[in-house]
């Protein structure tokens, strides 16, 4: 969800880096296992995401949707979230639109992507830098699967090939591209 604060902020023409009040970190209790292998989801970690939910009220919620990710936490994570989601939707609120993303181990295809979304040399940078906040992703990852490339390169590689690719189509042409895939 703070990709979505981010990405919410550069729509507007502004970059403005996420106060820390914004950020939330749930330690949601499947992950405290202290083991590769994560326990599976339970009430409590449903319980925090739907706190989360009911506090903000999104419109839009940024999911990881690299379901082939070596280590399952993003698997799992979605499947909190859209216990959550269908729990928040239960109460008669509407039910924010889901966008997945993916991360180091694969992109959507550009035929299956719901969204493509530019971004500058500077916007790359920044999500770069975001990626070295994060202690599991920077210098050798503990989870690399078969590509042994650091997460940042290959998202620089991943951004900068979905570009590449438009661009051979006859598209516009960008110094880089996110693609999603809006949940139905």
């Known amino acids: 969800m703070l990709e979505a604060c981010r990405l919410g902020r550069a729509r507007q023409g502004r970059h403005d880096a996420l106060s820390e009040r914004s950020a939330r970190f749930l330690d949601l209790p499947f992950y405290q296992t202290g083991k590769v292998r994560k326990d599976p989801i339970g009430p409590a970690d449903v319980a925090i995401v739907l706190q989360l939910l009911n506090e903000i009220q999104p419109e839009l919620v940024f999911v990881a ?12 994570c979605k499947e909190a979230i859209a216990l959550a989601l269908d729990l928040y939707a239960a ?3 509407r039910r924010p639109e889901v966008w997945l993303y993916r991360g180091a181990w694969q992109e959507w295809p550009i035929t299956e992507a719901t969204w493509l ?12 830098q975001a990626i070295f906040k994060h202690q599991s992703q920077k210098d050798t990852a503990p989870f ?3 590509d042994e490339r650091e997460f940042w390169q290959r998202v620089e590689a991943r951004n900068k090939g979905t570009a590449a690719e438009l661009d051979r189509l006859g ?3 960008y110094f880089a591209m996110e693609a999603y895939v809006v949940e139905p």
Request: aromatic share 0%.
């Open 144 to 146: 690399p699967g078969p």
């Open 65 to 76: 949707g690299d379901l082939s990710d070596p280590h399952g936490t993003h698997r799992v």
């Open 171 to 173: 598209l516009a042409e």
């Open 91 to 93: 109460d008669g609120r």
């Open 117 to 128: 979304v530019p971004l500058s040399q500077e916007e790359l940078r920044l999500k770069i």
